[in-house]
Each structure stands twice: as C-alpha cells, then as structure tokens.
C-alpha cells in the first residue's frame, strides 16, 4: 500500500507542476478506503509519509464532491458506472471537466482513459421521458506515465481556469478565435449552474479545435475532436431556426447533448463555405418545461 500511495502522491506532484488543482474526496479523507482493507488514516499515521501527508491536506477540498456538484432537481440525476459497478467519482471528475485519480492497486488502473457509462433521465421528440444511455472517456491516471497524454490539457490552466458565465463570455474571443456566437448565448451561459457550465465550456473547446483545423472549401463539416455532433430529428429541427450576428436566417440542427440529458449545445447545419456561430447552450429547445436554447 505504500507503494501505492508513493505513486498515487507522485501523480499529484506531477499535475501540481501544470497548474493549481485541488483534491475532492466522496468522504472525509480519514475515514476514506483507498484500497479494500486500506483505510488512508492507517497510512497517515505513519510519520514516515508526514510530507506526503502535509501535501495532499494541502490539495484537499474539504467538501465531498457531492457538495462539490450543485444540486439538481432529481429528475436530472446522472448514474454513472464503470465495470459494471456505480462510479460515482469517475461521473463527478467527469461532470466537472476534471481528472480522476486512483491507487493503482491493480492494471485494470493502468489506464490515461476510463469507458465510463452514463444513464440520465432525459426527454424524448414527444416530450416524454426517457433514460439516455451513452459512453463516454473519462480522463484518469493512476501512474505518473498515465498523465502523458493529459499534459497539454493540464497546462492549458487559462481556460481551466474560467468558473463563471461571465469570464466564460468575456473570453470568447480568446479562448475560442475560431467560433461565433449569438447575443443570446449570453444568456444560456448565465443560466447555467457550475457543472453544466464546465461542460459547456469543456465542448466549446473541443469545437474550437475542430473548427481551427477545418478547411470549408474541402469538407462540408468539421471532424469533431472529441464531441459527439448529431443532427436534430427532422420533428424538431423546425425549432431550431435562429437569426445570426449578420441578419441571416439559420436552421441550427446539429446538437451535442450534455449531462442532464435536456441541456443542449445548437450549432447550425453545414452550409457551404461558412460556419456560423454557436446558437445557444441551455435547456433543449421545445421540450416539455424547458426554455428556448439560442
């Protein structure tokens, strides 16, 4: 164990050398099981790990991560699993744009990305509800070699660093040079809570790697870079029609579905030789209870 803990500190160290980050725990770290029969107080009271104790209380977010996430009505919970068994804290590093960490105890751990499966209570076409199933790559390290390909990522702290609507929207064109955006994403920003926005600030970079690398006269559509681009249900693409910056009239039928399910991220469907600018990020449009995202 520790051994274990050795490399589990180093992995810490490491990403402590890209940027400042904290360490959120499901629970009190002192009565946390880091492994099965390893409670982390019988390695703490060890005064052989006193520096490496001192620096992981340092790192410590003294919330558990469930206080970490803002509270969502229960119809919006998000179920995680790995393996085949609840994962509650691979769904939370996930949900807020983070990286798992984990002991590697065993080389199922050995891993810079996890397979994670989520189910969210979402609504169909027809406004009824539904559970969304979907796969998704959880950024993970359980070893120091793990975090290679993060590294980048880490680094890239400015972003990381933006937790609120209004830096996100004062930023835009910095941080994303290659995308436009309607007047009225402000508002879809300032209506969503922390884990949503990191989401949508999360796939917003995504895009903007994709539209930076995108040739229109070439291809019709940008190859996405980690975001799962979809068009809307010919139902509900008649909804999806916005005015851009330029007074022209756009169906913005391309959509990416973020965690909980009836949030969206509307961009337009390809025309020849443009890209238009993100429509909205908000709730999806004309479903039961939902306002319009544009």
Known sequence: MAEAMNEFVAVLQEART????ALITQSPLNRSELARGHVYQQWAADNRHRT???FIKALRNRSPFADVLARRPATEEVECEYAGEPAEGIGAAHLMGGLCVSLPVATA???SWLEAD??????NDRGEPEIRETTESVRHASRTIDLK????WGRASGLGAVLSAAQLWDGRADFFPSLRFLPRVKQDLDALQLPALIQVRTLLERLE???AGWDPSQEPIPAWQGAKITPEHAQRSRLCHFTDTRGEDHCYGLARTLHPGRRRLTRPSPRSGRGPPPAGAGRR???RGARTAG
């Open 149 to 152: 390909p993060h590294e980048a």
């Open 285 to 287: 449009v004309g479903g």
């Open 118 to 123: 989520f189910r969210v209570l979402a609504e």
């Open 109 to 111: 751990w050995h891993r």
């Open 18 to 21: 890209w940027r400042e980050i």
């Open 209 to 211: 790697r994709s539209a």
């Open 52 to 54: 490496q104790r001192q």
